[in-house]
């Protein structure tokens, strides 16, 4: 039953930068607590393993690239002056996905109550997609990413933490403070948009 | 012929619908085209999602800017490679500033629930109404307040100091411990909520002198904790 692994379990399996030495993750132990110890050689280190996956996280969520590149930056900052929390009890990618994806929601809510006071989870205006999030790789994974960045924020972030992070109905409606009904209506909504958006 | 609804079909698409329920969908789909469709696209934008890439390409720089960041944060990275217990001993804030950063955090909250009386009260005859008004007592509750006041005109009262305290806080936040900014952010998360039932009731019935006071009860709720958070993150 279920999808069998979620992307956040995927994730441990890093795509190599052929340039960089990257740790697996029982490797990773040591350089966050070499990290937790004031040691920014190790925190690059942790850096080049998984500024890709960070980055990916925040373009989904963002409305443009340049926004989600300020995210990324943040969630790192963040992650640094925040790793003396972070426990071992579970993969560090885990923890470090969570700190990004609760930084961009962060952003989204605080930019949102500049913009506009009294929006539902969602009824932002659609953003035109502009530059893709990976060279190459031509058809659907193209169209998708393309279709997404036409749904409303609301919708957008909804389907990104449910369908493609994995995250549950339960968490994401405590992440954004709304019911989880909201969130299932939001979710069927981006579906039944994707829909409209992949099919013409 | 009655069709499952969306929720049930979404979890029977996505293989989380218990056993008794999930047979009943199944007879169903035997039947209707039009459910089975809906069922299958649901698996394949879901297919599909699973195989979005999973990482970016940052621009080269962006480590630089990271770790200039970093060492103009309030916790620049040692000189060379510490013991655990010496970088934490480094790292600590002085004693003073914990407790008192966490008393402070505390006194906004209890400021908070002693100031505000939540009742909840049926708005009307309608029972589709999309929200239920909020009736609030607070402090902040004047006599003066005009019942013509519109949501617009509270926010365009309060809006401006809100932002300008929200953009210094959003510079300042990483001097608060992260305790103080959890407490914050969930204070913020329920008096907007509260912002966002009044203004519903107000949509609701404009003329509703309760929900007029309570829109204007949370904006002065919102401005005292932001100007608290503030505060503290100035003084750190």
Redesign the interface.
């Known amino acids: 039953?279920?999808?069998g692994d979620t992307?956040r379990e995927?994730?441990r399996r890093?795509?190599v930068n052929a340039t960089a030495t990257v740790p697996e993750d029982r490797d990773s132990v040591e350089w966050v607590?070499?990290a937790?110890?004031?040691?920014?050689a190790?925190?690059?280190t942790l850096?080049?393993a998984h500024?890709?996956?960070v980055?990916?996280v925040c373009?989904?969520m963002a409305d443009d690239p340049e926004t989600a590149?300020e995210w990324?930056?943040d969630a790192?900052?963040?992650a640094?002056?925040?790793l003396?929390?972070f426990r071992g009890d579970s993969a560090f990618t885990t923890w470090l996905h969570r700190l990004t994806v609760n930084l961009a929601l962060?952003r989204r809510r605080?930019d949102g109550?500049?913009r506009k006071?009294?929006e539902?989870v969602g009824d932002l205006e659609p953003v035109a997609a502009r530059r893709p999030?990976?060279?190459g790789?031509p058809g659907?994974?193209m169209d998708?990413?393309r279709a997404l960045r036409t749904l409303p924020a609301g919708a957008r972030t909804v389907?990104v933490l449910y369908?493609?992070e994995g995250y549950k109905h339960q968490e994401i409606a405590e992440r954004l403070?709304v019911a989880e009904g909201t969130v299932?209506a939001q979710?069927?909504r981006a579906?039944k948009l994707?829909?409209e958006a992949l099919n013409r | 012929m009655t069709h499952p609804n969306a929720d049930q079909l979404a979890a029977f698409a996505e293989g989380i619908l218990g056993d008794e329920a999930r047979a009943g969908v199944a007879g169903h789909l035997e039947g209707c085209p039009e459910c089975r469709e809906e069922v299958r696209w649901i698996r394949e934008l879901r297919a599909r999602a699973s195989e979005l890439p999973g990482e970016a390409v940052p621009a080269p720089d962006q480590w630089s800017r990271i770790e200039a960041r970093i060492r103009a944060s309030a916790r620049p990275p040692s000189g060379e490679v510490v013991s655990i217990e010496a970088a934490r001993r480094r790292r600590a804030r002085p004693e003073w500033f914990r407790p008192l950063a966490l008393a402070a955090a505390a006194v906004v909250l209890v400021a908070l629930s002693s100031a505000i009386t939540l009742t909840l009260a049926r708005s009307g005859a309608d029972p589709s109404a999309p929200g239920v008004p909020v009736a609030v007592d607070s402090p902040a509750d004047r006599g003066d307040v005009t019942f013509a006041y519109a949501a617009e005109a509270l926010e365009g009262a309060y809006g401006p100091a809100i932002r300008e305290l929200e953009e210094a806080l959003l510079r300042d936040r990483d001097r608060l411990a992260p305790e103080t900014v959890e407490i914050l952010e969930e204070n913020l998360r329920i008096i907007d909520q509260a912002i966002r039932d009044a203004t519903e009731a107000l949509a609701a019935d404009p003329a509703n002198p309760r929900a007029t006071r309570t829109l204007n009860g949370m904006y002065e709720t919102k401005v005292q904790v932001l100007q608290q958070a503030a505060s503290l993150a100035r003084g750190a």
């Open positions: 039953m279920g999808r992307r995927r994730s890093v795509r607590e070499r937790r110890g004031g040691d920014l190790a925190f690059e850096y080049r500024a890709g996956r980055l990916a373009l989904r590149e990324a930056q790192w900052v963040r640094w002056e925040r003396e929390s962060d605080s109550r500049w006071r009294f539902s999030v990976t060279d790789s659907d994974r998708l990413e389907f369908d493609v403070g299932k979710l069927h579906r994707l829909r």
